[in-house]
């Protein structure tokens, strides 16, 4: 009972001095009731194990030193629809011309004043399903107060990727986004999210893939050193659709990646793959995986990779939930970590549940140091050391880089981590 | 399965054999009723019944002092809840905490004065309390008694040891078996020492419940660089209606010794369920090993999961000394709903812990079973291997902990656990915790769910097999890592029993 209460003057904390903003009146009020009711985590939850939510949860964000690549943007070649936030506030001078062909696109902040319709029926609606079995009063949060964010509605094949850029310029930032992507049946969208956003980020992506439609996600959470972030991506897809993420953390001190994905439909396929390289003791990174299969035929893939040296911490917990009569199911669960030295953790909670006989379901688990054979072998044939270790982790990566369907995509972000790799920041 | 068929078709096997035959294709054989007189402690549990228990056993007053203090500990604690199982709540008052035959009120010197009817109950369960060498629990397989191979039995009987044998040929080789009520007294330094230092009376709920009402339980001490010359069992009948058993088990392998620890349960069908909390605490010295072998048979209550026994178990074997070593093997077809984690610390370096699970759920059955690998030494390794098998509405959870603490270095473990299911409404759940704090360790997790594979019982079947026989091979197959851990007289034992907990669940 004492944890109940804990919980709830948290988010009393939390919430006090903040206020609703307009638009989408009823879904905001709604998770304002299930913030209230649930409170906001904490250690001793269960779901909050291997992780301390305490900076995420306490009124006030810890400031974080920004941070200057020095670099070209990520995606630069690709040609795509560029929409910028600074530190949460939406950057129109810096941002692409929001028509594209194929996709209908707004800003969270404009919706007050129209009433996009499609919006309003998915706005919470998504995250509200996820909070149950387990809750997540974080998302919630956001839905209350999320202060901008993008609306998208994919009518057809999108002609090209849409990239949320989130800058990071104010030390003391505390940003709340939240964003809705509709795929209508048959049709197809790319979206990318780079960068740190802010001190502290708080966002939630609420996806609905149709019938045949797909869904392709591509994140790289921005490298400066002292973010924290805890993000929510809910998606629900239906027959014969694809849902497709994936997530490259590098630096931050705290990361909760938190996706949750209903298959309602059959033949519907889902991935999620994560690359995360972390580097001294206040880097901490959390995968937090929620899968539930609700029809036939489905397949689902999480592929996590984990580098973690100089006390680095990595959590994984993924669950893949077969529901009765989601026969024919195929989930596969990995989650690997490389322990570059003796001070780094992996921490890891693979779950499976499973109400139907007719399925195959796999997870697999393990964590060590690099091959030593390996190194060995490549030092032998005169590559250094430290080349050789960037190597062998770069290949360790890889798995996870594979589910990036679009190669152009891929081979930026693997050409990016070559270089910080060899840079070591 | 095969073997149980080649006994019956013999020439010359007597009508018990063939009833035992008969009994095993049936439904739960040991859910019969002993009519014996007994006596009770009042219903409920309260400082005066702890005071009670500690009394009838005659304890010093440590010992009283140390329930109470458990007790009054209790009282603060709430039943757990994070396990993925379901059951009405357990009215703590209303079950009676003791209860022993009347004929055991002056304890008998020898087995020849126990009660007729208590070893006539020992003799249909098929657990030999007479002192010659005989293969324990597997009347009927066609196998001869391995020459002079002997177990010795403490046989428990609701809240009481009601004899245990071999006990001064043990004694010749230094070692001690004996109910822990007698050991409490006889040797009290060695309990002192030892008892609550694996599993403190703190741990969790049922087993700061059991620290204080403990009734009887099992006492074995091996004393340095002995290997015990047989193999030491102890059998747990539950008899009473509306009783708990709460039983203690204590096990003390000293430097260098060695010694195989069988455990058998089985209790009668009732419509109300029991409770059942028991704890054992295993301490492994330097160069010692313990193997630690159940089958946990108690009743599972009916098809509509009426009655059957609660099993809220706390194991935990503490591998003290370098190179020490645990086995856990357990084969789980009984009980309603089976709470369990066998565990292992390994403190020592280079000490070793192996886990081997088969849990067979069936009709309304709950299991939530597992392990935890505690690595705290140097090179210390451990191996999971566990297989959980749903049939009927029954759910079946593996819950377990890998842990390499960042002085364990250049350990490692292996893990694998495989579900199967048999029909479409049961559930086959995975729960792993890995923690793994230092790079030279390795740590291996696999698991797998699947159904009945249709190649192998297509391939059965057109041999002539029918579907159940088919399907008590394939998951006989499934399962036989495990089996291959056991003593030759469980792996029998196991064999049908896997067969039974499988009738009527294709289909």
Not at chain 1, 131 to 154: K, M, W
Not at chain 1, 340 to 364: N, R, W
Not at chain 2, 22 to 43: Q, V
Request: glycine letters at 8%; charged letters at 25%; a negative charge.
């Amino acid at each position: 009972m004492a944890l109940a209460k804990l919980k709830a003057d948290a988010a009393e904390a939390r919430m006090a001095g903040l206020t609703l903003p307009s638009g989408f009146d009823g879904a905001r009020k709604d998770a304002l009731g299930r913030v209230a009711a649930m409170g906001l985590p904490s250690k001793r939850d269960e779901y909050w194990k291997y992780t301390d939510p305490t900076s995420l949860t306490q009124p006030e964000p810890i400031a974080a030193a920004l941070f200057d690549a020095q670099e070209t943007p990520l995606f630069g070649a690709v040609d795509r629809v560029k929409i910028v936030f600074v530190d949460g506030v939406f950057d129109a001078d810096a941002s692409d011309d929001l028509a594209c062909e194929g996709i209908e696109i707004a800003r969270l902040a404009d919706a007050a004043g129209a009433d996009i319709h499609w919006a309003s029926e998915l706005y919470g609606t998504l995250e509200t399903r996820g909070q149950s079995p387990v809750e997540r009063p974080l998302a919630a949060l956001n839905t209350a107060f999320a202060q901008d964010g993008i609306l998208i509605r994919a009518t057809g094949k999108a002609a090209k990727p849409i990239n949320l850029i989130y800058l990071h310029g104010d030390t003391g930032s505390d940003v709340m986004l939240h964003s809705v992507v509709k795929v209508e049946a048959g049709a197809e969208v790319t979206l990318l999210e780079t960068g740190p956003a802010a001190a502290r980020l708080n966002s939630v992506l609420e996806v609905e893939v149709a019938t045949g439609g797909a869904f392709h996600h591509v994140r790289s959470q921005g490298r400066d050193h002292e973010r924290r972030a805890v993000t929510h991506c809910f998606a629900r897809i239906a027959d014969e659709s694809l849902f497709k993420s994936f997530t490259l953390t590098v630096n931050g001190q705290l990361t909760r990646n938190e996706c949750i994905i209903e298959m309602l439909g059959d033949d519907a396929v889902a991935h999620v793959a994560g690359a995360c390289v972390g580097d001294g003791t206040a880097f901490h990174h959390d995968d937090t995986v929620f899968i539930t299969h609700d029809a036939l035929n489905g397949e689902s893939r999480q592929v996590f990779k984990k580098v973690l040296r100089n006390g680095a911490v990595g959590v994984f917990q993924g669950k893949i939930l077969v529901k009765e009569g989601a026969q024919k199911t195929d989930g596969y669960q990995i989650s690997q970590s490389l322990l570059l030295d003796g001070d780094s953790q992996f921490l890891a909670k693979p779950e499976l549940e499973i109400y139907a006989d007719d399925v195959a379901c796999s997870h697999g688990s393990t964590s060590g140091a690099i091959d030593e054979d390996a190194l060995f072998y490549l030092q032998s044939r005169g590559v250094p050391l430290q080349a050789a270790t960037d190597l062998l982790t770069l290949a360790f990566l890889a798995e996870s880089l594979d589910e990036i369907a679009d190669e152009t995509l891929a081979d930026d972000l693997r050409d990016r981590l070559e270089s910080w790799l060899a840079r070591r920041t | 399965m095969a073997t149980v068929d080649q006994v019956d078709v013999k020439d010359g096997v007597d009508q018990d054999t063939v009833d035992a035959v008969a009994a095993l294709s049936g439904t739960y054989k040991y859910g019969w009723e002993t009519e014996i007189e007994m006596e009770y402690a009042p219903k409920g549990v309260n400082t005066d019944i702890v005071k009670l228990i500690s009394k009838k056993n005659e304890e010093p007053q440590w010992m009283t002092d140390w329930r109470l203090e458990a007790f009054a500990r209790w009282e603060k604690l709430e039943e757990p809840t994070w396990a993925m199982v379901n059951y009405p709540d357990i009215d703590f008052q209303d079950i009676y905490y003791y209860a022993r035959p009347k004929s055991m009120e002056v304890k008998p010197k020898s087995l020849d004065e126990v009660d007729p009817k208590l070893l006539a109950t020992y003799e249909k369960l098929g657990i030999p309390l007479k002192e010659q060498a005989i293969l324990a629990g597997v009347e009927g397989a066609d196998m001869p008694p391995a020459e002079g191979r002997k177990v010795a039995v403490d046989a428990v009987f609701d809240s009481v040891s009601v004899g245990t044998t071999f006990q001064a040929e043990l004694k010749k080789a230094g070692v001690i078996f004996c109910s822990i009520s007698e050991a409490i007294r006889e040797y009290p330094d060695l309990v002192k020492k030892y008892l609550g230092t694996v599993v403190p009376a703190s741990d969790n709920f049922y087993a700061t419940l059991n620290s204080a009402v403990f009734s009887d339980g099992s006492f074995v001490y091996i004393p340095p660089g002995v290997r015990c010359p047989m193999e030491l069992s102890t059998y747990f009948r539950i008899n009473a209606e509306n009783t708990g058993q709460f039983e203690r088990t204590l096990i003390i392998a000293d430097k260098g010794s060695y010694v195989s620890y069988l455990e058998g349960c089985t209790a009668p069908k009732r419509d109300v369920a029991q409770l059942h909390a028991a704890v054992v605490e295993i301490i492994v010295e330097e160069d010692a090993e313990v193997k630690y072998s159940t089958v946990q048979n108690w009743f599972p209550g009916d098809e509509n999961g009426n009655g059957g026994i609660y099993n809220f178990v706390t194991k935990r074997a503490d591998c003290r000394g370098a190179r020490a070593k645990v086995s856990w093997t357990q084969v789980e077809t009984g009980s309603a709903v089976t709470w369990k984690y066998p565990s292992c610390i390994l403190r020592g370096d280079d000490s070793q812990g192996e886990f081997y699970s088969i849990a067979i759920a069936n009709n309304m059955q709950q299991a939530d079973t597992g392990t935890k690998m505690v690595h705290l030494g140097k090179r210390t390794k451990s191996r999971i291997v566990s297989k959980g098998i749903s049939a009927g509405k029954a759910q079946n959870t593996y819950r377990g902990l890998v842990s390499m603490h960042p002085k364990a270095k250049e350990s490692r473990n292996y893990t694998q656990c495989d579900s199967l299911l048999i029909g479409s409404d049961c559930g086959a759940h995975t729960v792993p915790y890995i923690e793994v704090k230092n790079n030279s360790s390795r740590v291996e997790h696999e698991a797998t769910t699947s159904k009945v594979d249709d190649d192998q019982l297509f391939y059965c079947r057109s041999r002539g097999m029918d579907e159940e026989e088919a399907v008590a091979l394939v998951v006989n197959g499934f399962i036989k890592d495990v089996l291959q851990e056991l003593p030759m007289e469980f792996a029998m034992e196991a064999q049908a029993l896997v067969a039974i907990s499988l009738e009527g669940s294709v289909g």
